[in-house]
């Protein structure tokens, strides 16, 4: 209290409010406080707006820090000074302080997520594939797991090996009866990543399409769909049933059903004609459809559900720009203590919607990640020269960044 009375009598601002209520000679700077003229009084040379006390602008950052000690949120942390004190733009400072908090930063929530992105229906079928691979099983195997985008016809192949080489013979056979797609979307994994893959894709005049690592999201039709086939496996487990059959009866089963998106079975798209089944049906060979309204019913449903999508995520459009620092999602973490981002300081170098491309300040290592894996650091940020002891026993100088 001895300070604020010190502060009070001593800081401009305070001056020209007391001028402002004694003399009514309100100076323009502090307009902000004229609002509130009929709350404003003096007690002890202390400026006072009701029962709260207007801390002079070079006290303020401390009462600031002190209002922070337990590290409260932004709510908790205005309504706890709210109760006994008060300047302009109070609710600003507060916001600055916790948002430029690193240890808040690294522990806190991840940014929303940007509004989803619908692939748009390719012209024709086996335009655009999507691939996966689903396990390991409990024999042991795995399941390549390939998607058409336009038809959404599947083809599902058992292996044990997971190697590049291995996942190209089974493309290879695939390929010689439905020919080279255009594009093919695929996940992170080392397999379809590897120089291997992606000269066979070249080869092939195939545009290989890599999802943002650790964002699944990105190749949601076949993540999809690999739920469904996890389910009949579950079923076919419980059942005693062998695998190959089981997903021989699954794939004879949904290529034949009528899809919920495209009103049509994937095999009557891919193939132009109805898969004769178990189930008894009348065939007209001479019947031809207009499949606009395909197309449409796709556009439709799709915008549904991302509208009901981004809606439930509260997604917003990134506000990342090149430049900007931020903190990383720590992936793994090893314990409960972990903190949610690590303190290693990157640079957006390129921010298109929610895929973010950023470079490690420390090392130059560029990573890509999406929206919610980043987090901003806020305030300014200097560069501090700490000099430690080695083991040798020389001086070794390490680089950090610090938040003001």
């Not at 590897?194 to 999802?211: H, T, V």
């Not at 090149?322 to 290693?344: C, H, Q």
Request: charged letters at 30%.
């Amino acid at each position: 209290m001895r300070d604020i009375i010190l502060q009070s009598g001593s800081d401009l601002e305070i001056t020209n409010v007391k001028n402002g209520l004694y003399k009514n000679q309100w100076d323009e700077s502090v307009k902000t406080f004229k609002i509130f003229e009929d709350e404003l009084c003096f007690y002890d040379n202390i400026l006072l707006r009701g029962n709260k006390i207007v801390i002079p602008n070079k006290l303020r950052k401390q009462v600031l820090v002190a209002a922070h000690e337990g590290h409260p949120g932004i709510v908790s942390m205005k309504e706890r000074l709210r109760a006994k004190v008060w300047w302009p733009k109070i609710d600003k400072d507060v916001e600055m302080l916790v948002k430029s908090c690193k240890g808040c930063t690294l522990v806190g929530l991840p940014n929303l997520p940007v509004p989803m992105k619908r692939r748009e229906l390719p012209a024709e079928p086996w335009v655009d594939i999507a691939m996966d691979l689903l396990g390991p099983l409990p024999t042991n195997d795995y399941l390549l797991v390939v998607i058409d985008y336009y038809s959404r016809y599947k083809e599902i192949k058992i292996t044990k090996t997971i190697n590049s080489a291995q996942i190209i013979k089974y493309l290879k056979e695939i390929f010689s009866r439905l020919g080279y797609p255009v594009s093919i979307s695929a996940d992170n994994e080392r397999q379809f990543i590897s120089e291997e893959f992606k000269n066979f894709c070249a080869e092939c005049d195939i545009k290989l399409l890599n999802s943002i690592p650790y964002w699944p999201q990105m190749n949601g039709e076949v993540e999809r769909q690999n739920r469904d086939i996890l389910k009949r496996l579950r079923i076919s487990q419980l059942e005693k049933k062998d695998l190959k059959e089981t997903l021989y009866e699954y794939l004879m089963m949904y290529n034949s059903t009528p899809h919920s998106v495209t009103g049509k079975s994937p095999s009557e798209l891919f193939f132009n004609r109805q898969k004769r089944d178990k189930i008894p049906m009348l065939k007209n060979m001479n019947s031809k459809e207009d499949y606009s309204e395909i197309r449409d019913r796709d556009k439709l449903q799709k915008e549904k559900g991302k509208e009901y999508g981004d809606r439930k995520r509260r997604a917003k459009d990134s506000e990342f720009i090149e430049g900007d620092k931020v903190y990383l999602k720590n992936m793994e973490r090893t314990n409960k203590l972990t903190a949610n981002f690590s303190p290693t300081p990157h640079v957006v170098e390129k921010s298109v919607g929610g895929d973010i491309t950023v470079r490690n300040e420390e090392t130059g290592q560029r990573l890509r990640r999406n929206v919610i894996h980043l987090k901003k650091i806020e305030g300014s940020w200097n560069s501090i020269r700490d000099e430690t002891t080695s083991s040798s026993g020389g001086l070794e100088s390490k680089d950090y960044n610090e938040a003001n």
